[in-house]
């Protein structure tokens, strides 16, 4: 699958979306992205399991790159009072080490573009931490902007944690404990 544009290796892997019975193969991905950067995850069958019931969702998917799989996304919709429509949240978008810098995470932005207008949804969102710099250029030239679009004001992104006993992974305050254990 892999082909040579200016000396440069590009991939076009195949990209499908997941469906329940791809929930071993996700959890799997997403818990190696996660051990990549030492985020705490979820033992792997309750990963596997919370996948399987939320690919059974209307809103909720996932999409997954090459086969044997490379690559994946995973997308949560969620209501807003603005429009009949749903907002795209994504999630995850992770390519095997391996596998960066040919063109693979394009593909699946690509993809999950396709896939978000046959689903009719209108505006996308992702969270991108400052020191990812590399992700956040990566966004930003498939479209995605820190800026309210109406305004031009800088956005920011707040996270208040409400449990201190479960929290949901955020990349940020695990890269503080894990620097901190270490
Ligand atoms: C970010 C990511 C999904 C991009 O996928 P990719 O297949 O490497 O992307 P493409 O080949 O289509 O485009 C390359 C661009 O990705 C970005 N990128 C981010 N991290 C990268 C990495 N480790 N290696 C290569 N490119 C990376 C860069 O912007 C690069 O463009 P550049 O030439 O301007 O540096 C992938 O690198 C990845 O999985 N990184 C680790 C996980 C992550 O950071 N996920 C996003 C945050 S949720």
Do not use: C, K
Not at 159 to 173: A, K, Y
């Amino acid at each position: 699958m892999a082909d040579t544009h200016n000396g440069v290796s590009v991939l076009s892997p195949e990209v499908r979306t997941a469906t329940p019975e791809d929930a071993p193969t996700l959890a799997r991905l997403l818990v190696e992205f996660n051990h990549e950067f030492d985020a705490q995850v979820d033992d792997i069958r309750e990963v596997e399991g919370r996948l399987s019931r939320l690919l059974a969702r209307r809103d909720f998917f996932a999409v997954l790159a090459g086969d044997p799989a490379i690559a994946f996304a995973t997308v949560a919709l969620r209501a807003t009072a603005y429009n009949d429509s749903a907002v795209a949240a994504l999630e995850d978008l992770y390519v095997a080490p391996q596998w960066r810098g040919m063109g693979v995470g394009s593909t699946l932005m690509e993809a999950l573009g396709e896939r978000a207008r046959e689903r009719g949804i209108l505006a996308a969102e992702v969270f991108v931490d400052e020191p990812d710099a590399g992700a956040l250029r990566f966004y930003q030239r498939h479209g995605f902007v820190h800026r309210d679009p109406s305004t031009g004001d800088r956005a920011f992104y707040l996270h208040h944690d409400l449990d201190s006993g479960t929290r949901l992974p955020h990349p940020e305050r695990q890269f503080e404990r894990s620097a901190a254990r270490s």
